[in-house]
């Protein structure tokens, strides 16, 4: 997990970028000595007490409450341990209960706005107290008419690589365990549920999803870790694990043109026209309804990549290349739908 911080640290204005060298070499080593080492889970769902404290579980199908955002985990990481510690893990990240350390994760948020989440360029998140502009890789998502209806991809606003809709394979069954695996390998940093009332019941405890450096494929400096997203932080709450408000995807469309007339969802190289599937293409959406990477520099936007490296990357970058610098391992895909070239390093 510091690993992130340290590359997060890195879109810091140019005063701090001495330091940030510093932690950016501490944690490359760390990542060496720890190939097993993963990013975060981009939110954590799960079970949560109550205002009474009373545990409420999740249902056995659901997904549980929305606990926190990746940028809670790495607060210690971001040099704000006070506020780590201050969080509490067993409520949800917009409760207002007020326990033991006199402050409630709303509280938290909203009265702690951090300077290091908000890019100076993103106006409406340097006026909002809690506010995040910085997002987080989590793959390829089905996103097609759903945004613009303004209720965000899917029913739910969850992200997950086991995905009902997808059938990236093409072979006629939606969901199964080739879809998952190509799907995974979309993104670097996936959902977690957690069982934290223990009854082993629902929000079933789930292995971290997320990559680290030994799955990422394609290069660590040819994967993004972070961007930003002038239309994020919509809630004004930086632990807020929608991810909407704390992540970015690259769009995919629906397509109903396959053998047998189901609904299936075309990967990203293929489908140069979505609208959404270009750097900077969403800039005029409305707050917390665009997850895409966007900003107010001109023509371009600012990238961490998995290494740490960071660029600022042009938004007339070839469709296919983004969507390659999107995915950890899509040299790796099976089948023809999404397998990838590997990237010629001038190629972005
Ligand atoms: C999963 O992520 C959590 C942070 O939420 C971290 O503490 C833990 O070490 C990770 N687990 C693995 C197996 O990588
Ligand atoms: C599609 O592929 C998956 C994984 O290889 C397999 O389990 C499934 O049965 C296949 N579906 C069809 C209809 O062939």
Redesign the pocket.
């Known amino acids: 997990?510091s690993i992130i911080a340290v590359l997060l640290s890195l879109l810091l204005p140019s005063i701090h970028n001495a330091r940030a060298a510093a932690r950016r070499t501490q944690c490359l080593n760390r990542m060496r000595q720890d190939p097993?080492?993963?990013f975060?889970?981009y939110g954590?769902w799960g079970d949560y007490r109550d205002s009474s404290g009373t545990w409420q579980p999740s249902g056995p199908s659901a997904h549980g409450a929305q606990l926190r955002s990746w940028v809670v985990?790495v607060l210690g990481q971001l040099d704000r341990q006070d506020l780590f510690d201050r969080w509490d893990h067993t409520r949800r990240h917009d409760s207002t209960y007020i326990g033991s350390s006199g402050t409630s994760n709303r509280q938290l948020m909203q009265q702690y706005g951090l300077e290091v989440l908000v890019c100076p360029d993103d106006q409406t998140a340097q006026d909002s107290p809690g506010s995040l502009s910085y997002v987080v890789n989590v793959g390829y998502a089905n996103i097609d008419g759903s945004l613009s209806s303004g209720s965000g991809w899917g029913s739910s606003n969850y992200h997950n690589y086991n995905d009902p809709d997808l059938d990236l394979n093409v072979n006629g069954s939606i969901n199964d365990l080739e879809d998952q695996k190509i799907h995974r390998r979309s993104g670097v940093m996936w959902r977690?549920v957690v069982d934290r009332n223990g009854d082993g019941l629902p929000g079933q405890p789930r292995?971290?999803r997320?990559h680290?450096p030994n799955s990422i494929y394609d290069g660590l400096s040819n994967t993004i870790l972070v961007t930003e997203n002038i239309n994020a932080g919509n809630s004004q709450l930086w632990g807020d694990p929608d991810p909407r408000n704390c992540a970015f995807v690259y769009p995919i469309s629906a397509d109903t043109t396959d053998f047998d007339s189901t609904t299936y969802y075309a990967a990203a190289p293929f489908d140069t026209n979505h609208p959404y599937g270009r750097i900077n293409a969403a800039r005029g959406g409305p707050e917390g309804e665009r997850p895409f990477p966007n900003s107010n520099h001109a023509g371009a936007v600012n990238v961490v990549f998995c290494d740490g490296s960071t660029r600022t990357v042009s938004d007339n970058l070839d469709i296919n290349i983004y969507a390659r610098l999107i995915s950890p391992a899509g040299d790796r895909q099976q089948g023809t739908i999404t397998a990838q070239q590997p990237l010629d390093g001038n190629s972005f």
């Open positions: 997990m097993s080492h993963r975060p889970p954590t985990d977690m292995p971290n997320s680290g």
